[in-house]
């Protein structure tokens, strides 16, 4: 699971989430899922764990 004992808080998370819409709206209907497959990469390449990065994987379906 999610370590909740660290994280941006809301006041990142409210940044991150501002700056996530604006460039996906910058790379367009038509380069939006090419965006988030590349971003997601790169994020897991940066978390340095793909297990971690399964969970997480796991989290995000949840409830959608």
Known sequence: MIDKTSGLGVAGLE???DE???AIDQAGPEKAELFLVKLALLNADALGD??????QLQVALRDL
């Open 20 to 22: 996530l819409a604006q």
């Open 50 to 55: 793909a297990n971690k990065f399964s969970d």
């Open 15 to 17: 940044q991150v989430y």
